[in-house]
């Protein structure tokens, strides 16, 4: 019995070295179904609430508010307290009052001095005459203490054409700049139509970074002098990062300050990007890992990979 019993126990103690020594399993390479289950649980915080086609949600600290914004123009908001019980959203805008022949809502933010300025900011497409084709703008509005747009007050920073991925989430940073994700412009195929995504003469596919509070020449708004490409002879100098197909939600960290992005793949890869100044994403050479476009000149930065 002894002797079957040290048979028994030497085993098990190989085992349990080797499961301290081998490399912790922190992603997954199966393929197919199952996939393990995500390291998080989706909880519905008000089951009774329900929106048609979401696209942006913002935080308004200063009136612990959310306002989640519809792509056909609504904004609704809602207590930022997510334990509280609201009988519903409350109808905050519609930009179908303020903007003629918009097409879709894109992206809400709200000046990081508002409490006093009351000022908006609204990223959305309206309709032309063109088939498949729509133009883009930037405006400012300037809301009342009752929450009425102010007539009169709409200030349009960005007028441009599309025809296909428009990026959509317009952020402040920590520095106090308003950074717009611009997507390529184009339809999914093919790839990068204009082949912009390396060029640094168009905003398309792009990380734009103005200063609104400030004006210059000819311009409604003021391009940062440390913004990466200001001097470069063709470049347009609003722009902070190049290379991204459909940059759709930007997130930055609340401790460290660095900007996260969400972009639409092709049809391989989804990326996320941790952007950093003057930072080359690959669009449309690369699509993620995988070569797209060949034969096409880079920029002038060199490529950097996704972090996942």
């Known amino acids: 019995m002894p002797g079957k019993l040290l048979i028994l126990l030497f ?36 089951p009774h ?37 609201p009988d519903g959203a409350d109808l905050m805008l519609d930009a179908n009052e303020m903007i003629p022949d918009l097409l879709r809502l894109l992206g809400l933010e709200f000046h990081p001095d508002f409490e006093n300025n009351r000022r908006l900011y ?6 032309t005459t063109t088939n498949n084709r729509f133009e883009l703008e ?28 428009t990026g959509g989430d317009i952020q402040f940073g920590p520095d106090g700049m308003l950074y717009i994700p611009i ?29 609104i509070n400030r004006k210059d020449p000819g ?17 347009r100098p609003e722009i902070w990062a190049y290379g991204l197909r459909n940059p759709w939600k930007l997130s930055f960290h609340p401790e460290s300050g660095d900007l996260w992005v969400g972009d639409v793949g092709w049809e391989m890869w989804e990326m996320v990007h941790r952007v950093e100044k003057g930072g080359n994403y690959g669009w449309s ?18 490529i950097s990979p996704p972090t996942a």
């Open 219 to 235: 311009l409604p708004y003021a391009i940062p002098k440390d913004n990466p490409f200001v001097n470069l002879e063709g470049a």
């Open 285 to 302: 050479t690369m699509e993620g890992p995988m070569p797209t476009n060949n034969g096409q000149d880079n920029g002038p930065s060199p």
């Open 122 to 127: 609204l990223y959305y497409a309206i309709n």
């Open 49 to 85: 609430i329900s929106f048609d086609d979401p696209l942006d949600m913002t935080l308004l600290r200063s009136e612990e508010k959310l306002f989640i914004t519809e792509r056909d123009g609504k904004v609704w908001s809602l207590p930022a307290d997510l334990q509280s019980r």
């Open 183 to 211: 997507g390529d412009l184009t339809p999914p195929s093919p790839p990068d139509g204009n082949l912009s995504g390396q060029n640094l003469g168009d905003i398309a596919s792009t990380i734009l970074r103005i200063d």
């Open 138 to 165: 930037l405006s400012e509005f300037t809301m009342d203490a009752d929450w009425r747009t102010v007539p009169g007050s709409q200030k349009v920073f960005l007028h441009f054409p599309g025809n296909g991925h």
């Open 11 to 46: 085993p098990l103690a190989c085992v349990a070295s080797w499961a301290q020594e081998r490399e912790a399993w922190t992603s997954s390479n199966i393929h197919g179904s199952p996939e393990p289950p995500p390291p998080y649980i989706a909880e519905t915080v008000w």
